[in-house]
Antibody, heavy 121, light 110 residues
Framework: EVQLLESGGGLVQPGGSLRLSCTAS????????MSWVRQAPGRGLEWVSA????????YYSDSVKGRFTISRDNSRNTLYLQMSSLRAEDTAVYFC??????????????WGQGTLVTVSS | QSALTQPASVSGSPGQSITISCTGT?????????VSWYQQHPGKAPKLMIY???SRPSGVSNRFFGSKSGNTASLTISGLQAEDEADYYC??????????FGGGTKLTVL
């Protein structure tokens, strides 16, 4: 059974940093691209970032480019999102999601339950 | 990066059919056959319902049907059931290796 478990969310001040983790099980982790998708309170889904199965290619939305860094440790079956220069508008539930192949993320077939990040003073 | 356009809400009675539209551009919906649809119940994670415009993952009811014409994709749900009441999001691969979601549609089963 595929399982994705996010952690690391919490309350952080504007301008601060936070690192999210997503631990995966039930599939060959290094064979699949992974993504982060967020959802602000009461709002829709927003794609944030993706990384290839090998970790050699990374992709970002314009809204987080230059502030967030996606990475993965395939030996630990874990996906990360390092967030810095956080803004109030980054407040959201952050989901990790499994892509459909190693090099592509045309769709997301499994999702974690999400971790809440709140940016507030 | 503008979101895809979906109606804010749709409704239907049990047993009826409804269709949710998702309009993009030639850089996303119109340019690739990589449209997907997700169902999200309150407080839950999204669930993949349709991928590659019209393919259904194992376990998803054949009451869910996806299609595309030009820059607009559609999700049709037939034989509406109470458990179909949820938010539905379309998504598309977009040029330059990104993904874009629609704003979401709240489905109410009357």
């Amino acid at each position: 059974e595929v399982q994705l478990l996010e952690s690391g969310g919490g309350l952080v001040q504007p301008g601060g940093s936070l690192r999210l983790s997503c631990t995966a099980s039930g599939f060959t982790f290094n064979s699949y691209a992974m993504s982060w998708v967020r959802q602000a309170p009461g709002r829709g889904l927003e794609w944030v970032s993706a990384i290839s199965g090998s970790g050699g290619s990374t992709y970002y939305s314009d809204s987080v480019k230059g502030r967030f860094t996606i990475s993965r440790d395939n030996s630990r079956n874990t996906l990360y999102l390092q967030m810095s220069s956080l803004r109030a508008e980054d407040t959201a539930v952050y989901f990790c999601a499994k892509g459909n192949s190693g090099g592509h993320f045309f769709y997301f077939d499994y999702w974690g339950q999400g971790t809440l990040v709140t940016v507030s003073s | 990066q503008s979101a895809l356009t979906q109606p804010a809400s749709v409704s239907g009675s049990p047993g009826q059919s409804i269709t949710i539209s998702c309009t993009g551009t030639s850089s996303d919906v119109g340019g690739y056959n990589y449209v997907s649809w997700y169902q999200q119940h309150p407080g839950k994670a999204p669930k993949l319902m349709i991928y590659d415009v019209s393919s259904r993952p194992s376990g998803v009811s054949n009451r869910f049907f996806g299609s595309k014409s030009g820059n607009t994709a559609s999700l049709t749900i037939s034989g509406l059931q109470a458990e179909d009441e949820a938010d539905y999001y379309c998504s598309s691969y977009r040029i330059s290796n990104t993904q874009v979601f629609g704003g979401g549609t709240k489905l109410t089963v009357l």
